[in-house]
């Protein structure tokens, strides 16, 4: 009697064959990890905070845990649909209701990284996309676009940061590439690699902060604060992002982990 042969039990071959690698698409989350800044008038996001409850000492002689305190949209991170105020009527809109069929989904990388090396202020664009899409095929619906602009590789939280006089400095989209991309594409989200999915001087834009306006108001996700996206093919691998099961949680930190193949 031999187990029947699925999709599955071969993806398990693959896996442990090295044909298949996991790639970790995390940033640590500590301390250290950065947190968005926003104008002063509003309201900051704290930085993560650790407490040891006990370490194997008089408050729990064999056992070491602690207390977390942090923002939702802390570090790698996953952005709901009611997060933002045009996405705040859906229904599952919230971590603790979006189907989980939506945490698994087909990756389409598009490697800006080269642009972004020359002008920290890049904005994709839906000619662009359409341009990759003319080499690599049509993005599929349900797919998460992921930008690869490298920006991941700033060592340090200045000059991940890009704080300048006038506010923060870092790629991201192009409203009518959101708009695109929501609509005419039906992504699951966008994935960057900086510490939002909006440009770094997206809060002067028209309407200010359009990929947050536009993907959560078609219902859309985001994903925040990723590396590794070099690791990637621009098509073939597929990304696994599941929240925390927050009640009425507007995002949360979490692994992402892509499967991809080898080579
Ligand atoms: C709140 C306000 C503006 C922005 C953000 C949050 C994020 O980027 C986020 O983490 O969702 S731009
Ligand atoms: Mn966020």
Redesign the pocket.
Known sequence: MSARVTVLSLLVEELNSGRVKVVDLTQPLGADTPV?G?PPIFAPSPPFSMETISSYDQNGPAWYWNTIHLGE?TGT?F?APV?WITGKDFANNTTDTIPVRQFVGAACVIDVSKEVALYEDFLLTREVVQAWEGEHGKIPRGAWLLLRTDWSKRTGNEAFLNVKADGPHSPGFHKDCVKFLAQERDVLGVGVET????AGQ?GTFDPP?PC?TFMHGAGKF?L?SLKNLDQLPPTGAIVIAAPLKIVNGS?SPLRVVALTPAE
């Open positions: 968005i926003l949209h991170h952005d997060h510490v939002g999915t909006d997206a902060f947050h985001g925040a995002g």
